[in-house]
């Protein structure tokens, strides 16, 4: 493969929150029953346009030597070449993910995200991934 070629990564998406979004929906159904049906069309339309935003508008993209991570359709630019390891987590945190099988990025230096925390994302297919992060960057240290 290239390594200027585009690759994309789809966050992977947890059944658990499928089943949350779903109980959500009835919720609004439940309590907007008393309510006029363009009151909870509004609201009730409203909150499902953003929940499906919020899960399928996460994605990552290597791109040369970038990592791009969209959240909400924003972009988060990160240089491939200050990656200093990668590893495979399982975590609740709320980070650009939507499944608790994430990867973990550490920089080689603060300045990148402005913290010491590392980047944590949810690709679907975590070892293609780390292996195209790799293949971009040798230095990598993949766990």
Same mark, same amino acid.
């Given at each position: ?13 947890? +059944? ?8 959500? =929906?009835? /919720?609004?159904?439940?309590?907007? =029953?008393? $309510? ?15 929940? /499906?935003? !919020? ?9 040369? #030597? %970038?990592?791009?991570?969209? %959240? ?15 590893? &495979?987590?399982?975590?609740? +945190? /709320? ?12 920089? $080689?230096?603060?300045?990148?995200? &402005?913290?010491?925390?590392? =980047?944590?994302?949810?690709? &679907? ?5 780390? !292996?195209? =992060?790799?293949?971009? #960057? ?6």
């Amino acid at each position: 493969m290239n390594q200027n070629s585009k690759t994309i990564y789809r966050s992977g998406i947890d +059944l658990w929150l499928g089943s949350m979004i779903f109980l959500a =929906l009835i /919720a609004i159904f439940v309590v907007s =029953l008393g $309510v006029s049906w363009w009151f909870t069309l509004l609201y009730g339309g409203g909150l499902t346009i953003l929940i /499906a935003i !919020a899960m399928f508008g996460c994605w990552y993209e290597i791109d040369g #030597n %970038q990592l791009t991570v969209y %959240q909400f359709f924003r972009p988060h630019r990160f240089p491939i070449d200050k990656i200093k390891e990668v590893k &495979k987590t399982i975590g609740y +945190l /709320a980070t650009a993910g939507m499944s608790r099988h994430r990867v973990s990025i550490k920089f $080689v230096d603060r300045s990148v995200m &402005k913290s010491s925390m590392p =980047l944590e994302i949810s690709p &679907k297919d975590r070892d293609a991934f780390i !292996a195209r =992060l790799c293949q971009v #960057n040798p230095e990598i240290i993949a766990r």
